[in-house]
């Protein structure tokens, strides 16, 4: 065709030949038996029978494991352990009482045994409407305090005394003045005075309009009057793997 005349035919270069890559070469399989490669060992190989036809069952008519074989037959006959069960309980025919309906407390002493006495709580008696006689609550004790009991010793007693209007203790005539009534001296006078700092109030924002270039505008790495300038690399053109290397100054 007029296109492939077109195109530039380039001269073929052996070097390109390589030949087929390992994907073109057919090894012999490990798997199985037939056509096995003959360099590995061989395992024993095992088939899967079909299915039997249903044909047999009316060929062989056998029964299967059905029978029930009691557990307690042996290969020696039937076993001859103990075997226990449990019955349900009998009904009482005769009722017989238990240690608690007896009371032996309420038997009569015998051969001349000592009984302890025995009490007996009775009601409340009515008062008579002519006793006159005073219930406890009824007496007053003389306080225990003051010295006003007759037959019990007295401690010191003590009075607390109103203020007196005039000439009192209360009463400050002289005008005295108290000890809040003084102001206190400034110790930086009599003594050595510390330095005394103050705090200056929040500087107002500038208000320039003009824009001003953040941190990330400046590119410190690429400064290298001062500091020394890391190696640069840069990638070239790839070369031919069929061109012949310059070799200069060969040893003889």
């Given at each position: 065709?007029?296109?492939?005349?077109?195109?530039?035919?380039?001269?073929?270069?052996?070097?390109?030949?390589?030949?087929?890559?390992?994907?073109?070469?057919?090894?012999?399989?490990?798997?199985?038996?037939?056509?096995?490669?003959?360099?590995?060992?061989?395992?024993?190989?095992?088939?899967?029978?079909?299915?039997?036809?249903?044909?047999?069952?009316?060929?062989?008519?056998?029964?299967?494991?059905?029978?029930?074989?009691?557990?307690?037959?042996?290969?020696?006959?039937?076993?001859?352990t103990p075997a226990y069960s449990m019955l349900?309980?009998?009904?009482?025919?005769?009722?017989?009482?238990?240690?608690?309906?007896?009371?032996?407390?309420?038997?009569?002493?015998?051969?001349?045994?000592?009984?302890?006495?025995?009490?007996t709580m009775g009601s409340r008696t009515h008062?008579?409407?002519?006793?006159?006689?005073?219930?406890?609550?009824?007496?007053?004790?003389?306080?225990?305090?003051?010295?006003?009991?007759?037959?019990?010793?007295?401690?010191?007693?003590?009075?607390?005394?109103?203020?007196?209007?005039?000439?009192?203790?209360?009463?400050?005539?002289?005008?005295?003045?108290?000890?809040?009534?003084?102001?206190?001296?400034?110790?930086?006078?009599?003594?050595?005075?510390?330095?005394?700092?103050?705090?200056?109030?929040?500087?107002?924002?500038?208000?320039?309009?003009?824009?001003?270039?953040?941190?990330?505008?400046?590119?410190?790495?690429?400064?290298?009057?001062?500091?020394?300038?890391?190696?640069?690399?840069?990638?070239?053109?790839?070369?031919?793997?069929?061109?012949?290397?310059?070799?200069?100054?060969?040893?003889?």
């Amino acid at each position: 065709s007029t296109k492939s005349q077109m195109e530039k035919k380039y001269p073929a270069i052996a070097g390109r030949e390589k030949g087929p890559g390992p994907g073109r070469y057919g090894l012999p399989p490990t798997i199985g038996f037939i056509g096995h490669d003959f360099t590995k060992p061989t395992s024993p190989a095992y088939s899967f029978h079909g299915r039997i036809n249903d044909n047999m069952y009316c060929v062989d008519s056998s029964p299967g494991p059905q029978y029930h074989v009691d557990a307690k037959i042996t290969r020696f006959g039937k076993d001859g352990t103990p075997a226990y069960s449990m019955l349900g309980r009998m009904k009482e025919l005769f009722q017989t009482p238990g240690p608690g309906a007896y009371s032996p407390e309420k038997a009569p002493p015998c051969n001349l045994q000592r009984r302890p006495p025995s009490y007996t709580m009775g009601s409340r008696t009515h008062y008579r409407s002519t006793d006159s006689v005073p219930a406890p609550n009824k007496y007053c004790l003389p306080p225990l305090m003051g010295p006003q009991v007759p037959n019990k010793p007295a401690s010191a007693s003590y009075t607390i005394s109103g203020s007196y209007s005039t000439g009192g203790p209360s009463v400050d005539l002289a005008k005295t003045p108290g000890p809040c009534r003084y102001n206190s001296t400034d110790p930086g006078i009599y003594l050595r005075r510390q330095p005394a700092f103050s705090m200056l109030g929040r500087h107002s924002l500038p208000r320039d309009a003009t824009k001003k270039p953040g941190p990330g505008t400046y590119n410190p790495e690429k400064v290298t009057v001062d500091k020394t300038r890391a190696p640069a690399f840069s990638l070239g053109i790839r070369h031919s793997e069929f061109v012949t290397p310059l070799v200069v100054n060969v040893s003889d």
